[in-house]
């Protein structure tokens, strides 16, 4: 078993596989700063940085991989990466599946939404043993996250899903929590290192 881990560990880490999953994210990236275009349009300048959650994401841990791949880690853009790939890939897959019960029914779309930022949350969670970063940047990464809820439940700022608006109380409700959980999961993952980083 521990042969076969190595062996699926090798892979991941090959610089052909990381070459792959950089452009992999990439696209995902743009695509996602596409997806949102019509919201940013209509949205303050002054709120722009915090609207387009999901890309963001996936473009820290875009980030991340260049990293990785010139030999560096990038300590903070790793953190930003493992909490927020976690949470709005989870965040994503629960609205979309909120919707196919308050609606009967989603389209191709909402089902590949589903499926990428799933992925999104794993490989997050599978690359863990890649990163650096101390305590320090776990708590700039949690300020980040948890001032980003502000802005998306008190301003008014969250992705827009129309058929889940007059949930959104509960929906913060439950986006606060899981921003917790997820910063308590890259606490763990700095506290379980054999020689922690502050």
Not at 51 to 79: C, H, M, Q, Y
Not at 104 to 132: C, E, N, P, T
Request: charged letters at 10%; proline letters at 3%; one cysteine or more.
């Amino acid at each position: 078993m521990g042969s076969l881990i190595n062996k699926i560990w090798f892979l991941l880490t090959h610089k052909s596989f990381l070459w792959l999953l950089l452009y992999i994210n990439l696209l995902g990236t743009v695509y996602g700063y596409y997806w949102y275009m019509s919201q940013l349009e209509i949205t303050e300048p002054k709120f722009l940085l915090f609207v387009p959650d999901s890309p963001t994401a996936s473009l820290f841990f875009t980030l991340a991989i260049i990293g990785w791949l010139l030999g560096r880690n990038f300590k903070l853009i790793e953190a930003l990466a493992l909490i927020t790939l976690v949470k709005y890939g989870l965040w994503a897959v629960v609205m979309n599946l909120l919707t196919l019960v308050e609606t009967g029914s989603i389209d191709w779309v909402g089902w590949m939404l589903i499926g990428s930022h799933f992925a999104m949350a794993v490989q997050a969670v599978l690359y863990s043993r890649l990163y650096k970063f101390g305590l320090i940047h776990i708590v700039i990464a949690a300020v980040w996250t948890i001032h980003n809820d502000v802005i998306d439940y008190v301003y008014n700022q969250m992705p827009v899903y129309h058929d889940l608006m007059k949930h959104m109380d509960n929906i913060g409700y439950f986006t606060f929590w899981l921003s917790i959980a997820c910063i308590l999961l890259a606490y763990w993952v700095w506290k379980r290192r054999p020689t922690t980083i502050i």
